[in-house]
């Protein structure tokens, strides 16, 4: 019964993100054409740490800004973290704040490796907490304490269980994007 309410829970937070109005198409074309022009400055500057995105990516990239909720799929060297840096230069363009996280610490430190951005695991993001009441671990930021940030990004997200993502679902604001 639970996990069936978790479920639910779950599916009513995806809906209602995915139902959620995109941003402005101008907006997103706008910024990407500045990221490319940026990495192709980069590049012909002889910067090593500039990339380049092939056609695929850069739709990846245009979707992940203008929808609210998406996912990043493919095996290892199809060019995840690469689009996944691209979005992250979108977004630190468009928006505030950008929260990266993981299931494990393991993770996090990866993801904190590959993006040159700060990465927590899930249960840091939302601060675990102990209810000396209910003697449970809760979570500091939840549907009445919500996150303060705009945008985050979810790495491995195969290994996170339905309970966790609800939890994190139900600390984010109305309008925050998410990418797995």
Partial sequence: ????????????????????????????KEALGQLEQTLKNAREKGDKKAYSLNPLQLKAAELAVSEKFSVICGGPGTGKTTTVNAILSLYEAMYDRVALCAPTGRAAKRLSELTHHNASTIHRLLEVDYDPQSRLLRFIHNEKNLLKCDVVVLDEMSMVDVKLFQSLLAALRHGCRIIM
């Fill in 1 to 28: 019964r639970r996990n069936f309410c978790s479920e639910s829970r779950l599916a009513a937070g995806i809906h209602g993100m995915c139902s959620a109005s995109a941003s402005e198409v101008n907006e997103v």
